[in-house]
């Protein structure tokens, strides 16, 4: 493949001829990139399992890390699913559609390479109209992880997918920034347990909610490091060195100054992801405000881009304080954990 056709549409009411060709070319065994309300997707026929192998040539991602199934309507998860534990339908009909992935066991009809041959399939039904157009469209589920290059940072505009796969990909829809910014949440769900394997938009706490009045309480982690593959320690990676310092707030943004500072007067260029009310900042930082500590959600929606622009403006090291543990700060501090190789000062 060689031409990548970027076009501009309406987040809200997308052009329906547009939304046509991207679903044709997902038919036919093309990829498309789309917006969700997390971050753009890379989108391929779930059940054709060449067109899934593009995708994970696109990307050069690893064979072991499996692809989420998107579907239109949870109505479809008969085509996805195998079966279907009372506690997973409890969390579809609370957040879908919306950025929560289902882990479950999988239909015979997708192909090994979605699954990386494991026997469980990760679904989710997203919110973003463009997203549901297309897959509407396609008249298949579409296996779509998100469109970036393999362990780098996710793409969260248009912007990001022509930087990492332009030239491999058909078709960019372009509806300017994905709303939310941060990936899905993802858990594991038989009869007796849901387990958190990747912290994402929906919080712990709100999934534990859910299915507290089934009985069933909210694991944190996996049963095993086989139940949760993709999860690696480099993800989501600038190409600068991130080193993340994590404890209250009054001891986590001092502490990346001052190290901020340090690397300043040893000559590197250095920049900083912080919140708005973060400093007072050392002359010759290079900042990323990222929005209020009192808005993580703020924070989630510029996290990938501010990492994106750092790196573009060049700088060799980067410093971040995190934002809590408490709903999306978990997320916040798994991302910045893998940004940053595990680099993570504990203050
Ligand atoms: O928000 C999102 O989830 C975005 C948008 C495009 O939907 N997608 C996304 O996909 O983040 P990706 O491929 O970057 O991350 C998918 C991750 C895998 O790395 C893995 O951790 C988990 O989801 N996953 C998928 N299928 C799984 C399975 N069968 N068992 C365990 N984990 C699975
Ligand atoms: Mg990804």
């Known amino acids: 493949m ?28 093309g990829l498309v990139a789309f917006p969700t309300e997390t971050v753009y997707g890379l ?8 067109a899934v192998a593009r995708i994970f040539a696109a990307k050069e ?35 879908w559609p919306g950025p929560l992935t ?22 989710r039904v ?58 899905s949440t993802v858990v594991a769900v038989d009869d007796a347990s849901v387990r958190m394997l990747r ?18 309480a909210l694991r944190s982690g996996a049963v095993d490091a086989s139940e949760a593959p993709g ?15 994590h404890g209250p707030t009054e001891r986590a943004v001092p502490a990346a100054l001052r190290h901020a500072a340090d690397e300043l007067a040893a000559g590197r260029r250095v920049g900083a992801l912080l919140a708005d009310e973060d400093g007072p900042v050392p002359a010759g930082l290079v900042v990323e405000r990222l929005g209020s500590r009192a808005d993580l959600q703020a924070i989630a929606h510029h996290l ?5 622009r750092l790196d573009r403006a060049g700088v060799e090291t980067i410093v971040a304080p995190t934002f809590g543990e408490r709903g999306l700060g978990a997320a916040l501090l798994d991302r910045l954990t893998r940004a940053a190789e595990g680099r993570v000062i504990e203050v």
Do not use: C, M, W
């Open 2 to 29: 060689s031409v990548t056709r970027r076009v501009a549409i309406d987040p809200v009411d997308p052009d329906p001829a547009l939304i046509a060709e991207a679903g044709a070319v997902i038919r036919r065994g």
């Open 43 to 50: 989108g391929a026929n779930a059940f054709d399992e060449a």
């Open 61 to 95: 991602r690893a064979a072991s890390d499996p692809v989420i199934v998107h579907l239109a309507e949870a109505s479809e998860l008969g085509r996805v699913a195998a079966g279907v534990p009372p506690a997973a339908r409890a969390l579809a009909e609370r957040f």
């Open 102 to 123: 289902l882990v479950l066991p999988k239909q015979p009809a997708i192909p090994a390479n979605v699954t990386a041959g494991r026997p469980t399939v990760g679904i």
């Open 126 to 183: 997203p919110r973003h109209p463009v997203a549901r157009a297309v897959i509407r469209a396609a008249g298949v589920p579409v296996a779509a992880p998100s469109a970036n290059r393999f362990t780098r940072t996710s793409a969260t505009l248009a912007e990001h997918v022509l930087d990492d796969l332009d030239g491999r990909v058909d078709l960019i829809l372009d509806a300017g920034p994905a709303p939310l910014g941060i990936e």
């Open 199 to 216: 912290p994402g938009a929906v919080s712990a706490e709100e999934i534990a909610e859910v299915v507290a009045p089934l009985g069933i």
């Open 231 to 245: 999860l690696l320690k480099r993800h989501y990676a600038p190409r600068a060195h991130l080193t993340v310092f």
């Open 304 to 308: 990938f881009a501010a990492l994106r």
